[in-house]
Nanobody, 125 residues
Framework: QVQLVESGGGSVQAGGSLRLSCAAS????????VGWFRQAPGKEREFVAV????????SYAASVEGRFTMSRDNAKNTVHLQMNILKPEDTAVYYC??????????????????WGQGTQVTVSS
């Protein structure tokens, strides 16, 4: 089992950057694939990015491809989401989620048993 805590959210103007972190506690974090999801008010939670359990592969939603970069540091039990060229439509609560031996194709909410509490990202125009 793994526990997840997100940090790094905040308010930024369009065109700015933020770096989200997802800190994990529990055993064998290096065997977990991690996804980032987001949920805007009145909308369903949607996939943003995923990194597989080895850290060798990532996949991104089309809406963030080229602007967001996901990485992991298994020595520190941490996953990061670097978000650049932010847009107002990126405004949402961002969640990290984990699944053991998850690969880069795991992009559905229901495929992740472990979730953090979320961190708010607000982008103003």
């Amino acid at each position: 089992q793994v526990q997840l805590v997100e940090s790094g959210g905040g308010s930024v103007q369009a065109g700015g950057s933020l770096r989200l972190s997802c800190a994990a506690s529990g055993r064998a974090f290096g065997t977990y694939g991690v996804g980032w999801f987001r949920q805007a008010p009145g909308k369903e939670r949607e996939f943003v990015a995923v990194i597989n359990w080895t850290g060798g592969r990532t996949s991104y939603a089309a809406s963030v491809e080229g602007r967001f970069t996901m990485s992991r540091d298994n020595a520190k039990n941490t996953v990061h989401l670097q978000m650049n060229i932010l847009k107002p439509e990126d405004t949402a609560v961002y969640y990290c989620a984990a699944a053991q031996y998850g690969d880069e194709w795991r992009k559905l909410v229901g495929q992740y048993p472990y979730w953090g509490q979320g961190t708010q990202v607000t982008v103003s125009s």
